[in-house]
């Protein structure tokens, strides 16, 4: 396999590392190598396939701590070795929880018009620390109005069609409610639609 070895030892056993862990290592033919060396061999190997499948992970978009480490224990991986990977890509900023939460409340905001409720739920998916989830969704919303996400909402009826229709008016109450806005924002938004 394209920079993947297999190196077979002279007891038979066969196992697969990588081109760095090759080098890294100075394995060669005939060389000998005591089983403590193997072993620290094998770990270094599995840090490597750890790391290399992450980086994998985080090359298609971004992703929290607790979301690639659910996703590395799917495919069968070290919980010890996950950990110290994703220390070392913490380290280096490829991992970042509160960027993340960010850009995934902004995207959440933008496609599906959700609340502070709502989006806190979601967040609780990809986020351990409700402190960091109250943290992004105070810093979001104070960037992009709730007002205006209930507004662009409301829009797609005019004024009067709302104030003539009470099935009309509790429907979009209701679209509101499980969107995750609460009653408060929800009533001033309305109040100020139909007062236009």
């Given amino acids: 396999k394209k920079n993947r070895y297999i190196v077979t030892t002279t007891s038979g056993n066969r196992f697969e590392v990588s081109e760095?862990?090759?080098?890294?290592?100075?394995?060669?033919?005939?060389?000998?190598?005591?089983?403590?060396e193997l072993n620290k061999i094998l770990i270094s190997e599995n840090y490597f396939r750890v790391k290399e499948a992450a980086l994998v992970l985080l090359n298609y978009r971004m992703r929290s701590e607790k979301e690639l480490c659910?996703?590395?224990?799917?495919?069968?991986?070290?919980?010890?070795i996950i950990d110290k990977v994703i220390n070392e890509l913490e380290k280096k900023n490829w991992i970042d929880d509160e960027k993340?939460?960010?850009?995934?409340?902004?995207d959440q905001?933008?496609?599906?018009?959700?609340?502070?409720?709502?989006?806190?739920?979601?967040l609780r998916?990809?986020?351990d620390s409700i402190d960091l989830i109250?943290?992004?969704?105070?810093?979001?919303?104070?960037?992009?109005?709730?007002?205006?996400?209930?507004?662009?909402?409301?829009?797609k009826y005019t004024p009067?069609?709302?104030?003539?229709?009470?099935?009309?008016?509790?429907k979009?109450?209701?679209?509101?409610?499980?969107?995750?806005?609460?009653?408060?924002?929800?009533?001033?938004?309305l109040t100020k639609y139909l007062d236009l």
Avoid: C, M
């Fill in 100 to 106: 993340f939460g960010l850009a995934f409340s902004r």
């Fill in 125 to 127: 998916e990809f986020l």
């Fill in 172 to 189: 979009l109450i209701n679209k509101l409610k499980r969107k995750g806005h609460y009653w408060q924002d929800i009533d001033g938004a």
């Fill in 160 to 170: 009067d069609k709302i104030n003539s229709d009470d099935r009309l008016r509790k």
């Fill in 70 to 80: 659910l996703r590395l224990i799917k495919k069968g991986y070290s919980k010890d």
């Fill in 134 to 155: 109250n943290k992004i969704s105070t810093k979001i919303y104070s960037e992009i109005k709730i007002e205006s996400i209930i507004l662009q909402l409301l829009q």
């Fill in 20 to 36: 760095d862990v090759l080098i890294a290592s100075s394995l060669h033919k005939n060389k000998e190598i005591s089983e403590t």
């Fill in 109 to 122: 905001i933008n496609r599906n018009k959700i609340g502070p409720i709502a989006l806190k739920y979601k």
